[in-house]
């Protein structure tokens, strides 16, 4: 799909704005939205502005959006179609049209539209484009060290290029139709990459668990998510095979920007699965006051890390091991493992990584919203044992295998990051009267 731009363009005499369309017309924000305060409407379904989504209902916020208050009474309506702004965060893209009806806190700014120039559902991009953000973000004053607050007298001089009403709903219909087309596209590189990661875990539970070997001769290994494994492998509880013990006693306050690495049951479910290198991945760090006190929370090469909590089911289980010579220290809320006997790290992590380990961890945790993975748990695991050499060959087909998948993956997650680039710049460039949509959007 090729776009032109507009016949003709005119300087808009605004410097942020530049040239515009010939027929595009130029209005102070003042002079489209209206200002709302309407409180006491406590009933209402709570809403809230997610930086990527705009206007959500705040059941939908998955844990990222703030508390209510326990008196709504302040809280302010909002109707369909308004245009809500976080006071606090405009200046980051926290503003949309809202589809729903709801009340949202008194920190944020709440506007009906002008219905003889404005459309919604062209304002609905128009209000997240960048340039538009960038201009909340003038409009705004320092508070503190993270949030700026959105001055009115500054807010309401922002000048803005719109077109005619007729024109706001062919480019709103086009968008309409584009994006969607774009979602559905990221949607499909979304399931395959989806489908690539069931792969990986097929493939490593089968090795771990089967070997290599199809006509290996089989034993029932005795344990239900485990099943048959070849006769010549020894099955054992962790405690035979594994020492455990705690990571520091430590809180979020006492990481630092230097000293000795240092990885806690955070980085463990969200940034190192499965392995970690501090000569590679950015880490945090502690003092190094903590070798003259807590040596036996050190890393050792080859040692595992488990988050002993984690905050929904699926994550319990959830590890990552040091393949490094490097000095780290286990963090706060984990559990390290060390293997008493010279066998292969690596072997053990796929097996830590397969079906068959995990739903072994997730049959015994408990909880509710926080899942505790004790040490009593991982000790009364079982992990299964072929022989070092098997160990080896096992671990060298994964590796091979797990870089293939990866190297699909990290092509569809391109693919998607392109696409979402596209997705923003057609928009903008629509939204701003930088290409001419009006004969797709008819």
């Known amino acids: 799909m090729e776009f032109k731009q507009y016949p003709s363009y005119k300087n808009s005499g605004v410097e942020w704005l530049g040239d515009v369309p010939d027929e595009w017309d130029i209005y102070p924000f003042w ?57 606090q965060q405009a200046w980051r893209g926290s503003v949309g049209v809202s589809p729903y009806r709801g009340i949202v806190s008194p920190a944020y700014l709440i506007f009906s539209f002008n219905k ?121 509880k962790n405690r035979h095979i594994f020492n455990f013990s705690k990571g520091l006693s430590i809180t979020k306050e006492n990481l630092q920007e ?3 690495p240092c990885v806690s049951y955070g980085e463990v479910h969200s940034k190192f699965g499965f392995e970690f290198n501090p000569e590679i991945n950015d880490m945090k760090f502690v003092s190094e ?49 060390r293997l008493k006997s010279k066998q292969k790290p690596r072997f053990f992590a796929y097996i830590f990584d397969s079906n068959a380990h995990r739903k ?19 000790k009364d695991i079982y992990s299964w044992l072929p022989p070092v050499h098997e160990q080896d060959l096992i671990v060298e087909y994964l590796d091979n295998e797990c870089k293939k998948i990866s190297l699909l993956k990290a092509k569809q997650i391109e693919l998607i990051e392109k696409l979402k680039a596209y997705r923003s710049s057609i928009i903008s460039h629509a939204v701003t009267g930088k290409i001419d949509v009006r004969e797709f959007g008819a």
């Not at 844990?63 to 369909?80: C, I, S, T």
């Not at 807010?155 to 709103?172: D, G, M, R, Y």
């Open 31 to 87: 002079h489209l939205f209206n200002r709302k305060e309407i409180t006491n409407k406590t009933q209402e379904q709570l809403l809230s502005v997610y930086l990527d989504r705009g206007v959500i209902l705040h059941s939908e916020g998955g844990g990222m959006v703030h508390k209510p208050a326990d008196n709504l009474e302040k809280y302010q309506l909002v109707e369909v179609n308004d245009f809500v702004m976080n006071n």
């Open 116 to 236: 003889t120039l404005c459309e919604p559902k062209f304002f609905k991009y128009f209000l997240r484009d960048k340039g538009i953000v960038d201009q909340f973000m003038i409009a705004s004053m320092s508070v503190g060290t993270i949030q700026r607050q959105v001055k009115w007298h500054l807010l309401k001089t922002i000048q803005l290029s719109i077109p005619s009403l007729i024109e706001q709903n062919t480019i709103a219909n086009f968008l309409d139709t584009e994006t969607a087309r774009i979602d559905n596209l990221i949607t499909k590189q979304e399931k395959l990459i989806e489908l690539l990661e069931e792969q990986r875990k097929s493939i490593i539970s089968h090795a771990v668990t089967k070997g290599l070997n199809p006509n290996a001769p089989m034993k029932d290994s005795g344990v239900e998510w485990l099943g048959d494994v070849p006769e010549h492998w020894t099955v054992l």
């Open 258 to 260: 230097s000293g000795i």
């Open 289 to 337: 006051e903590y070798l003259k006190t807590s040596k036996n929370c050190l890393l050792n090469s080859g040692d595992f890390i488990f988050a002993d909590t984690s905050e929904d089911f699926e994550g319990s289980g959830n590890f990552s091991y040091l393949n490094s010579n490097s000095q780290v220290f286990a963090g706060y809320h984990t559990v390290i493992a």
């Open 360 to 378: 072994q961890i997730q049959t015994q945790v408990k909880g509710i919203k926080v899942f505790s993975i004790t040490q009593g748990i991982l």
